[in-house]
């Protein structure tokens, strides 16, 4: 199953907006329009699915720590409700609704859900309204959370469920990706910042190997220079002891310099290739989470190498799961140039604010006047050319 449909209602600058998703889902507009905020909304609601809202919650999520009173929409002129509202729906009816509610004077340490809803397309799981449900859980609780356990896992409400729980945004850092700091969020096969990217690649590499080795060579031949990746724990070889660093490392063969001394570690090596490693390992990796979001895809990398980068994503995909889901923001025009949109699962999002500030979001489709616009420029051209909206008013 995939995720279909997320509606989104009165959560940071998004008033009401519906996303319908494929498997890869492309963000893009200026800055501060809200294209985080529609990936920060499914984190939400992947912890309310867990049972709990709270900034740990969230945060184990990459969801930004906030007050409530900035989660929740504000906008002059326009009454909004004093609730936030969030709803996923699968792909065979399947359905997880909640509304969250905190004050937003004097906040609680955890949201309280006002109602709840877990549907698995013929039947309800769970129904629970304002506190009207006689059992003893706390109002800050999820009930679905529990429920879910009682379901078989071939269910579709049950998968639906652990396709949020297991969601998360991902926002790699240089650092981190080098393993020179500790990534505050870890997981397996990497952490939300881009840790363990070297113990992350050593299985990563022994899983390709054994499945296809055309997957590898899939991953390094969009990094130019590079004849080999693999990981050693030997570093004091191939590290100053001045360098902070994890157990393992990873090492680059340069194909370009001389045999005796071509290998690189992850502290030497662009951060390019790094980049390029930590999409492939998530998209490509049998532990990844089936729904996950990569804020700024396109950071660090020049726009030849983010328009491969983007043809990748879809291919390396269907090759590892077929029902996995990608969502990312960017902001390089380049990256369009390797989105296919003639595939039905290839979505481009046209984020920007209307004239009181609410975040619109408007999947670009093509028509048969971009497609004849197309023949003649590529998208990345016709983004600044205004024809897919979404352009900064600077």
Not at 132 to 137: F, G, R, S, V
């Amino acid at each position: 199953m995939m995720i279909r449909a997320i509606q989104i209602e009165g959560f940071k600058s998004i008033v009401s907006q519906t996303v319908e998703l494929g498997r890869i889902n492309c963000f893009i507009g200026a800055n501060g329009v809200g294209k985080s905020n529609v990936l920060e909304a499914i984190g939400v609601l992947g912890a309310a699915a867990s049972g709990k809202v709270d900034d740990e919650s969230l945060k184990r999520r990459g969801v930004r720590e906030g007050m409530p009173r900035l989660y929740k929409a504000s906008f002059e002129g326009i009454r909004v409700s004093g609730q936030i509202r969030l709803i996923a729906k699968g792909d065979a009816g399947e359905e997880f609704r909640v509304s969250l509610l905190n004050p937003l004077e004097h906040p609680n340490p955890a949201w309280s859900f006002k109602t709840e809803y877990l549907f698995d397309g013929n039947k309800s799981v769970v129904s629970r309204g304002v506190r009207t449900e006689k059992n003893n859980l706390a109002n800050t609780a999820g009930l679905s959370a529990l429920k879910v356990v009682e379901l078989e896992p071939d269910n579709a409400a049950a998968q639906l469920l652990t396709r949020l729980q297991n969601y998360a945004i991902y926002c790699p850092d240089t650092p981190t990706l080098r393993g020179t700091i500790q990534d505050p969020q870890t997981r397996d096969p990497l952490g939300l910042s881009g840790g363990r990217l070297a113990e992350g690649f050593a299985e990563f590499r022994k899983y390709l190997l054994n499945k296809d080795e055309g997957l590898l060579d899939s991953v390094l031949e969009l990094i130019d220079w590079v004849a080999d990746i693999d990981t050693s724990d030997n570093v004091r070889k191939l590290l100053s002891p001045s360098v902070s660093r994890s157990k393992y490392v990873l090492r680059f063969t340069d194909r370009y310099m001389k045999k005796s001394r071509n290998t690189l570690t992850a502290y030497d090596a662009s951060e390019g290739a790094l980049y390029v490693l930590f999409c492939a390992m998530l998209c490509l990796s049998p532990n990844a989470p089936k729904l996950l979001a990569v804020d700024n895809l396109d950071q660090a990398l020049n726009p030849r190498l983010v328009m491969r980068l983007s043809a990748k994503l879809s291919t390396w995909l269907q090759q590892a799961d077929s029902e996995r889901q990608l969502l990312f923001t960017a902001h390089n025009p380049a990256v369009l140039d390797g989105l296919d949109l003639t595939d039905d699962e290839v979505r481009l999002f046209a984020v920007e604010r209307s004239s009181k500030g609410h975040t619109l979001i408007k999947r670009v489709m093509l028509s048969p006047e971009l497609l004849e616009l197309n023949n003649d420029y590529p998208l990345s051209r016709l983004w600044l050319m205004g024809h897919l909206g979404a352009v900064p008013n600077v």
